[in-house]
């Protein structure tokens, strides 16, 4: 079955950077849609950033509060998927969680019963 692992996370001080990275097994990032939400506590998990592919464009998209600090990628080559976080803040300590789905549209911060499958999460504590 697919697997997705994440890793990466941690506790960094505010205005740091961490880079969490999210390997995938029995699925390719090289087509379909894939993204990282986080999840505080008490609070509902929401969408981050998401990337897509039709194959010839890929597409990234990210949640407003993030938007330039943030950058999604991925590693077709080792099938590796990333979010690059920097100047963090103490709003952005959460569990963050890696997915992906097959279909690559429609791209963009969709919900997160449009995804498959899901990694375990991974960490983020940003201190000030």
């Known amino acids: 079955q697919v697997q997705l692992v994440e890793s990466g996370g941690g506790s960094v001080q505010a205005g740091g950077s961490l880079r969490l990275s999210c390997a995938a097994s029995?699925?390719?990032?090289?087509?379909?849609?894939a993204a990282w939400f986080r999840q505080a506590p008490g609070k509902e998990r929401e969408g981050v950033a998401a990337?897509?592919?039709?194959?010839?464009?890929?597409?990234?998209d990210y949640a407003d509060s993030v938007k330039g600090r943030f950058t999604i990628s991925k590693d077709n080559a080792k099938n590796i998927m990333y979010l690059q976080m920097n100047s963090l803040k103490p709003d952005d300590t959460a569990m963050y969680y890696c997915a992906a789905r097959v279909r690559w549209w429609p791209h963009g911060l969709r919900p997160k019963e449009e995804y498959n499958y899901w990694g375990q999460g991974t960490q983020v504590t940003v201190s000030s």
């Open positions: 990337i897509a592919t039709d194959g010839s464009t890929e597409y990234a």
């Open positions: 029995r699925y390719t990032y090289s087509s379909g849609a």
